[in-house]
Nanobody
Framework: QVQLVESGGGSVQAGGSLRLSCVGSGYALRNARIAWFRQDPGKEREGVAS???????TYADSVKGRFTISGDYAKNTLYLQMNNLKPEDTSSYYCAADSVGRGWLGKLDRNRYNYWGQGTQVTVSS
């Protein structure tokens, strides 16, 4: 059984930093495209960043230059380093993995991913 478990969310003031972690079990994350998404109540889940093994990551324009996605495959863990946080970054953050290989879908397309974590809340105050 594949599980993704996020941690590291919390409350921070604008300009601050947080690092989210996503630990995988039951599947080797190095074999999948993995990503971070975020979602606000009543809104669609939005792709934030995606990476496949050690290839060049993909970022949403809204987080470029501030967020960094990385993987420690020895620990089967995905990270999202978030710097210079803004109030508009407030959201529930989810990690996801595409184990099927739906390469015809965009790297930040939520429909590409078949495994999801339960989410972790990030709140940024002004």
């Amino acid at each position: 059984q594949v599980q993704l478990v996020e941690s590291g969310g919390g409350s921070v003031q604008a300009g601050g930093s947080l690092r989210l972690s996503c630990v995988g079990s039951g599947y080797a994350l190095r074999n999948a495209r993995i990503a971070w998404f975020r979602q606000d109540p009543g809104k669609e889940r939005e792709g934030v960043a995606s990476i496949y093994n050690d290839t060049t990551p993909t970022y949403a324009d809204s987080v470029k230059g501030r967020f960094t996605i990385s993987g420690d495959y020895a620990k089967n863990t995905l990270y999202l380093q978030m710097n210079n946080l803004k109030p508009e970054d407030t959201s529930s953050y989810y990690c996801a993995a595409d184990s099927v290989g739906r390469g015809w879908l965009g790297k930040l397309d939520r429909n590409r991913y078949n495994y999801w974590g339960q989410g972790t809340q990030v709140t940024v105050s002004s």
